[in-house]
């Protein structure tokens, strides 16, 4: 079965990095287009970023645009979320998930079929 399973979140201070890692099994993993979400207490889950099944085109959300780079890396069927410049606002909990379609948008929880448990990020201020 499909499986997702995220790793190396953490405590790390402001300004610190992180890279999260997501391992992906039970699917073709270079036929699908997959995202990273994140979600704070209290609030919805929200997009982070997310690439094309090609991976030739990737997208972020503005919150994160210029200091997160997504990629992946089909020989070992995972998917990395490097995070730099880390601020207290980026505390969450951090979500990869497998886009069900090549079409719809990416910045919607209801466009991804299957989730991750989720890796805890905290930024110390």
């Known amino acids: 079965q499909v499986q997702l399973v995220e790793s190396g979140g953490g405590l790390v201070q402001a300004g610190g990095s992180l890279r999260l890692s997501c391992a992906a099994s039970g699917f073709t993993f270079g036929s699908y287009a997959m995202g990273w979400f994140r979600q704070a207490p209290g609030k919805e889950r929200e997009f982070v970023g997310g690439?094309?099944?090609?991976?030739?085109?990737?997208y972020y959300a503005d919150s994160v645009k210029g200091r997160f780079t997504i990629s992946r890396d089909n020989a070992k069927i995972t998917v990395h979320l490097q995070m730099n410049s880390l601020k207290p606002e980026d505390t969450a909990v951090y979500y990869c998930a497998r886009k069900r379609s090549a079409v719809g948008t990416y910045y919607n929880t209801g466009s991804y079929d299957y989730w991750g448990q989720g890796t805890q990020v905290t930024v110390a201020s």
């Open positions: 690439f094309s099944w090609t991976g030739l085109s990737t």
